[in-house]
C-alpha cells in the first residue's frame, strides 16, 4: 500500500469513528466490514484456530466501540484496533491455559495412583489454592514429571528462580495440609506425618 492509500484510508477510518461519536453508531459496521477478514487472519494466527479466532474478533470490535471515546487519534483506528485485538488474544491464551491447567487436576484425580503426590483430597485442594505460578510449577514437576532443568527451559526463566519457587510452594502446601489436618482430627503426641505431605524432591 503506497503512502497515499494508507493516507485515504486513515482518513476514511477518522470519519466513520468520528461520525459513530457524533451520534451514528449504526456506521461502526463500515469498520466492521473494512477490518474483520484482516483481523481474523491476524487473530487465527496467534489463536491456532478459525472459531477461536472469530470469538476473539468479536470481542474486539465490541470493546473498539464501546472505548471509541478514549481514541486520541482517529485516524489510526487501525493500529488501535490490532492493539486491542492482541490483548483479546492474550486474556484466551492465558483462560485455556487455565483450563488445561484444571483438566490436568481433573484428569490426574481420575487415574491411577501417581508416584509423588498422595490422592488426599486435602492436597488436591491445597494445590487448587495456590497462587498461578506456583500452582503452574507443582503441575510441571509432579503431573508433568519435568526436571527443574526442564521446567526452567520450558517457562524460559533461570534454574535458581524455578527452584525457590518451587521451595516456596513446598512450605505452602505443607502449611496449608497442616492447617487443614489440624481442623479435621484431634492432635495426637504419637502421630506421624501428614498423608498428604509433599516432600521436595
Known sequence: ?????????????????????????D??????????????AHLAGKLGSKD???????ESFVRAYFKMDKL???DLFYSWLLGIADNVAKEHQRNEQIRRQREAV??????????????DFALEAAIAELAEPYRKMILLRYY???SCNKIAEQ????LGTVTKTLSRAYAMLRSSLQQTER???PSSPDAGRSRGEVYEV
Do not use: I, W
Open 155 to 158: 517457562l524460559d526463566m533461570p
Open 183 to 185: 481442623s479435621h482430627a
Open 52 to 58: 477461536k479466532a472469530e470469538e476473539a474478533a468479536q
Open 72 to 74: 486520541n487519534k482517529p
Open 1 to 25: 500500500m503506497s503512502e497515499t492509500d494508507e493516507s485515504t484510508q486513515n482518513m476514511v477510518d477518522k470519519y466513520y469513528v468520528q461520525r459513530c461519536l457524533d451520534g451514528h453508531p
Open 144 to 146: 508433568g514429571q519435568h
Open 27 to 40: 456506521d461502526f459496521r463500515y469498520l466492521v466490514r473494512r477490518y474483520q477478514a484482516v483481523l481474523l
Open 106 to 119: 481433573r484428569s490426574f484425580s481420575q487415574e491411577a495412583p501417581q508416584p509423588e503426590l498422595s490422592q
